[in-house]
């Protein structure tokens, strides 16, 4: 979980520094192992491949480890991924060649905050319409945890919930804990490793980061075994069904170095159901943009460059990216991979 990280790293037209490329890069080639690995299915742990789904040109497994650490983070039109399969077996799109978890570490310890140049006000908004969602399909109480929790903004919105009684956060960066810290409360703790984690809960949230994570198998059994009876879990994932997918083709976003695994409804369900979960809805969510930060972005992904304009941030419109949340509950008597 060292590198558990969510999507957006950067604002739109931000790459990283050549001061911070060289430093990443430097520590991809003095990683005691390979910098990639081959996988298994992250959902089935079939090793039996499938058929290609997505790749880009080049393919990221062709790469030096200084070409992928340029592309490690940031919007752009030249993007590099390593190839996607999906699964013969049971569906899931994943990468069945990826770094390595030593690598990941490297590679995330150079990323700030998630807020993407964004105003984090507006952000709010898209995280408090997934805390509408779970609110409009279970009954969230008790003590919660947020993995991921960056700067607070979905923690913030699962306190206004009456009978939310606290939320702590796990969140690996230690710059961002101050604010995380104000906005929890006193009430609350910061973790920054699950193995740290010495409480059990009533819920977990995880916005954007089973997609990015290497063992999400493993990881959900320790969020089972984290959880009281009957609690609840709130994920939010990209949709690989989604139109937007098709339309964009390799274009599409999020085609990153960041996810080694992509999910639709069908396949989440199914990865739920052997993590010893039941789910209770699926449901599509929007995100919310300044009309300056959209342009910036999209266009940044098509290779036009653009000018910010500042009187253009003001302007909030919602827009639906394909993105998931999915509201689960524990299943009674299963702690646990199946």
């Given at each position: 979980m060292e590198g558990v990280r969510r999507s957006l790293s950067l604002s739109a037209t931000q790459q990283p520094g050549t001061s911070t490329l060289r430093r990443v890069s430097a520590s991809l080639s003095q990683t005691a192992g390979p910098t990639t690995v081959e996988r298994?299915?992250?959902?089935?742990?079939?090793?039996?491949?499938?058929?290609?789904?997505?790749?880009?040109?080049?393919?990221?497994?062709?790469?030096?480890?200084?070409?992928?650490?340029?592309?490690?983070?940031?919007?752009r039109s030249d993007k590099i991924f390593f190839t996607y399969l999906r699964c013969a077996t049971c569906e899931q799109v994943y990468s069945p060649t990826y770094f390595s978890d030593e690598a990941v570490d490297e590679l995330y310890h150079s990323m700030g905050d998630n807020t993407a140049g964004e105003d984090p006000?507006?952000?709010?908004?898209?995280?408090?319409g997934y805390v509408d969602i779970l609110a409009e399909t279970a009954t969230p109480r008790g003590r919660w945890l947020d993995i991921g929790?960056?700067?607070?903004?979905?923690?913030?919105?699962?306190?206004?919930?009456?009978?939310v009684t606290a939320v702590d956060g796990l969140e690996p960066n230690i710059e961002?804990?101050?604010?995380?810290?104000?906005?929890?409360?006193?009430?609350?703790?910061?973790?920054?490793?699950?193995?740290?984690?010495?409480?059990?809960?009533?819920?977990i949230a995880a916005i954007h980061v089973v997609d990015h994570l290497l063992h999400p198998l493993e990881d959900l059994a320790r969020w089972n075994a984290l959880l009281n009876d009957d609690g609840l879990v709130l994920i939010v994932v990209h949709n690989e069904g989604?139109?937007?997918r098709r339309v964009l083709g390799r274009k599409w976003p999020p085609y990153c170095l960041q996810h080694p695994q992509l999910y639709s409804p069908k396949s989440m369900k199914s990865f739920l159901d052997r993590s010893g979960f039941d789910v209770i809805a699926v449901r599509r969510t929007a995100n919310y943009?300044?009309?300056?930060?959209?342009?910036?972005?999209?266009?940044?992904?098509?290779?036009?460059?653009?000018?910010?304009?500042?009187?253009?941030?003001?302007?909030?419109?919602?827009?639906?990216?394909?993105?998931?949340?999915?509201?689960?509950?524990?299943?009674?008597?299963?702690v646990g991979v199946r």
């Amino acid at each position: 979980m060292e590198g558990v990280r969510r999507s957006l790293s950067l604002s739109a037209t931000q790459q990283p520094g050549t001061s911070t490329l060289r430093r990443v890069s430097a520590s991809l080639s003095q990683t005691a192992g390979p910098t990639t690995v081959e996988r298994k299915c992250p959902t089935c742990r079939a090793r039996n491949g499938g058929s290609e789904f997505a790749a880009s040109k080049p393919r990221a497994e062709s790469l030096d480890d200084e070409t992928l650490a340029e592309h490690w983070r940031g919007f752009r039109s030249d993007k590099i991924f390593f190839t996607y399969l999906r699964c013969a077996t049971c569906e899931q799109v994943y990468s069945p060649t990826y770094f390595s978890d030593e690598a990941v570490d490297e590679l995330y310890h150079s990323m700030g905050d998630n807020t993407a140049g964004e105003d984090p006000a507006t952000l709010t908004k898209t995280q408090g319409g997934y805390v509408d969602i779970l609110a409009e399909t279970a009954t969230p109480r008790g003590r919660w945890l947020d993995i991921g929790a960056d700067i607070g903004l979905l923690a913030g919105n699962l306190r206004k919930i009456a009978t939310v009684t606290a939320v702590d956060g796990l969140e690996p960066n230690i710059e961002v804990h101050a604010e995380l810290a104000s906005v929890i409360g006193a009430d609350a703790e910061i973790f920054t490793n699950l193995a740290d984690v010495n409480r059990t809960y009533d819920g977990i949230a995880a916005i954007h980061v089973v997609d990015h994570l290497l063992h999400p198998l493993e990881d959900l059994a320790r969020w089972n075994a984290l959880l009281n009876d009957d609690g609840l879990v709130l994920i939010v994932v990209h949709n690989e069904g989604s139109l937007l997918r098709r339309v964009l083709g390799r274009k599409w976003p999020p085609y990153c170095l960041q996810h080694p695994q992509l999910y639709s409804p069908k396949s989440m369900k199914s990865f739920l159901d052997r993590s010893g979960f039941d789910v209770i809805a699926v449901r599509r969510t929007a995100n919310y943009f300044s009309v300056d930060q959209f342009l910036a972005v999209g266009l940044a992904v098509t290779g036009i460059k653009y000018k910010r304009r500042d009187r253009l941030r003001s302007l909030v419109l919602p827009v639906r990216l394909g993105n998931i949340a999915i509201v689960a509950r524990k299943r009674a008597g299963v702690v646990g991979v199946r």
